[in-house]
């Protein structure tokens, strides 16, 4: 079994920053990309960013030079640090995870519970 747990959501202001966590665990044999998605109410869900096992980030344009992804040492955690903030950012942020449980089969995604982020005054 696999899980993510995310933890880090919450209120803040306009300007203001979030750090967000997600965790893997389980039964792993190689983690791939990590990254995270988020969907406000209304919206298709959108990729936010992500990043590679070899520390390869992408973003979505509307969060480039504010969000910032980043993975631990173990490569089994990762980050969203996210600074000046918008209204336009409040959503649920979802953390994926692409990765195999064992040898020999496909690698698929794993998806956290979701955490909500809310910007505002």
């Known amino acids: 079994q696999v899980q993510l747990v995310e933890s880090g959501g919450g209120l803040v202001q306009p300007g203001g920053s979030l750090r967000l966590s997600c965790e893997a665990s389980?039964?792993?044999?190689?983690?791939?990309?990590m990254g995270w998605y988020r969907q406000a109410p209304g919206k298709q869900r959108e990729l936010v960013a992500s990043?590679?096992?070899?520390?390869?980030?992408n973003y979505a344009d509307s969060v480039k030079g504010r969000f910032t992804i980043s993975r631990d040492n173990a490569k089994t955690t990762e980050y969203l640090q996210m600074n000046s903030l918008k209204p336009e950012d409040t959503a649920v942020y979802y953390c994926?995870?692409?990765?195999?449980?064992?040898?020999?089969?496909?690698?698929?995604?794993?998806w956290g519970q979701g955490t909500q982020v809310t910007v505002s005054s």
């Open positions: 389980g039964s792993i044999f190689r983690l791939h990309t």
């Open positions: 990043i590679t096992s070899d520390d390869s980030t």
């Open positions: 994926y995870a692409l990765l195999q449980r064992t040898s020999g089969i496909p690698a698929r995604n794993y």
